[in-house]
């Protein structure tokens, strides 16, 4: 296939492309034409009559994407509230790409939709960026429907569509990798890998004449649109933004460093616009959106704020844990939040989590151990990889409590926890004594989210491989470097060879690598590592 050239380099490719810096001036042009509706392709309008509801992002790139109200969960996990969306788009130039199918479920209006922006044309390319079937379900279908459509991919995604599709396409697929670019006429998509964000053969593309960045599932969210295609048309920081922070953080927060690295090449791109696989397409204000990723990625707490967690059986606990919030508002702290763990999917759970910076966790003590929810949502924070937290604990038992001590030693996981005042123990309903405590640990919280640290009352959790106690007994542990696994290495010893993952690109570094080894960004067996020369 001529049309795909190799510029290995993706980042110099594309912001030397020829159209680069014409192309700027064309983006916001093209902006506006999209808003005024002036356009050389179908006219919206058009579509309203049965034909579905496409929608413009730039003169010649069109969004044919779906809407799913009716969804309940998400991936069969995630509660949704206002459905899901899931994004296709198709651009319009001497060759024709589309960029991603779609959902089965809504096949239908996507068939509408592109074939409304089609009018007629054929299509050249299917661009597979990533190949989890809310975005892959189309692809047979289209290679049926336009015989002369070349699909172009990664060698990972053309694995995955071997499995599942009973169709041979390997003649009519192209693969390309980072620094790969795919001539369209104006257009040239420059693709660039995205490991883990969020599966292992993930592809992005950018290209340099609109600015606009395909960016898979990233910077996605849940909710379905309405209406309005682009996140500047939306009250974005009350609707959308808390479905897009819950979104990022359960789908891909495990993989936090494999996101910085997709944040450090797209910060050496001129981008107008993002558009993602799901939810809304950004072309204003694209620094907010990409400053709340780098908190993500990098597991900052975004605001300075307490978020209680408690579970109760009959509400001793809850009580003690309203007492605390109250005493925190008296001391002048805001936007304090308390959830029932048994009551709040964990999917919010986790997303507050990575919006605020202090976190107390109040629990009873069950069948010798941690109240069963709360001791899910303590390992749900484990697998997430949250990390620089700062924490605080509440226990209660009517006989022998013990839930604080277990549930510090699962927080011990987790790296860079800061443990605020001291345990507190409910002997089945908050006696004076208690009160004084919790008034201690209210102080020492609204002293800590002020900034003010020095508390003599602070200890900080450090933990494995120095291993330390927070209080006497309890062992700490940590998870690999943060800083290393972002640049793809996590040395195990003195290293001296390298063995790297052929299914995410994950690098281990030792003398030799175990039978037993697992790759700790996708779970491959050992027999997947390759020795790297
Ligand atoms: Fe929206 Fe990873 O699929």
């Known amino acids: 296939m001529d049309t795909v050239t190799s510029r290995r380099g993706f980042v110099g490719a594309a912001a030397g492309a020829a159209a680069g810096v014409a192309a700027a001036a064309m983006a916001g042009g093209s902006a506006k034409a999209a808003e005024a509706g002036a356009t050389t392709a179908p006219k919206v309008n058009d579509f309203f009559a049965g034909k579905g509801n496409a929608r413009q992002i730039t003169d010649d790139i069109w969004w044919v994407g779906a809407a799913d109200k009716r969804l309940a969960l998400f991936e ?11 994004n296709s788009y198709v651009i319009l130039d001497d060759k024709v790409a589309l960029i991603d199918t779609i959902d089965r479920a809504v096949t239908g209006q996507w068939l509408e939709n592109l074939n409304a922006v089609l009018d007629g044309r054929q299509i050249d390319y299917l661009v597979v960026d990533h190949m989890e079937p809310d975005h892959s379900a189309g692809i047979d279908l289209i290679l049926n429907k ?15 569509i071997d499995q599942f599709f009973e169709i041979d396409a390997t003649d009519r ?27 292992p053969e993930v ?87 990409l400053d709340k990723y780098t908190h993500w990625a990098n597991y900052e707490p975004e605001d300075q704020a307490v978020v209680i967690y408690y579970g109760s059986i009959y509400g001793g606990t809850e009580n003690a844990a309203n007492i605390l919030a109250t005493m925190l508002s008296q001391n002048g702290v805001e936007n304090v939040k308390v959830y029932d763990v048994s009551k709040t999917h964990k999917s919010w759970l986790l997303a507050e989590a990575f919006r605020a910076s202090h976190l107390v966790f109040a629990s009873p003590t069950y069948n010798m151990g941690i109240y069963t929810p709360m001791k899910e949502l303590l390992n749900y924070l484990v697998e997430h990889n949250m990390q620089n937290r700062h924490v605080a604990f509440i226990e209660n038992g009517s006989w022998q409590p013990v839930a604080a001590k277990l549930m510090r030693n699962i927080v011990a996981q987790m790296s860079n926890m800061t443990l605020v005042g001291s345990d507190i123990t409910l002997l089945s309903t908050t006696n004076e004594a208690n009160l004084a405590e919790l008034q201690d640990l209210a102080d020492a919280l609204a002293a800590s989210v002020a900034g003010d640290d020095s508390s003599a009352v602070l200890k900080t959790l450090e933990s494995d491989p120095k ?27 003195a290293a001296t060879k390298q063995w790297k993952c052929s ?29 790297v020369a």
Not at 505 to 527: I, N, Q, R, T
């Open 76 to 86: 069969n996990v995630y509660p949704l509230e206002q459905g899901m969306t899931y």
């Open 146 to 160: 336009f015989p002369q459509c070349t699909i172009v991919t990664s060698a990972k995604a053309k694995e995955l």
């Open 173 to 199: 697929t192209k693969i390309v990798a980072e620094g790969d670019v795919l001539e369209l006429g104006t257009h040239s998509l420059a693709f660039v890998e995205a490991p883990m964000v969020h599966w």
């Open 203 to 289: 592809l992005m593309c950018y290209d340099a004449a609109s600015g606009v960045l395909f960016s898979a599932d990233a910077f996605g969210s849940f909710n379905s649109l309405d209406g309005n295609i682009f996140a500047d048309q939306v009250d974005y920081d009350n609707d959308w933004m808390p479905e897009a922070r819950r979104f990022v953080v359960n789908i891909v927060g495990k993989y936090g460093p494999q996101i910085q690295a997709v944040l450090d090449k797209a910060a050496t791109l001129d981008i107008k616009y993002i558009c993602s696989t799901h939810g809304l397409v950004w072309r204003k204000d694209i620094d907010k959106i």
């Open 467 to 493: 291993v330390v106690n927070a209080s006497a007994g309890d062992v700490m542990h940590t998870n690999p470097d943060t800083a290393a696994v972002a640049a793809g290495t996590v040395p195990q010893t």
């Open 503 to 531: 299914v995410c690109g994950y690098v281990f570094e030792g003398e030799s690598l175990p039978d037993d080894f697992v790759c700790p960004l996708c779970g491959a067996s050992a027999d997947k590592f390759v020795p």
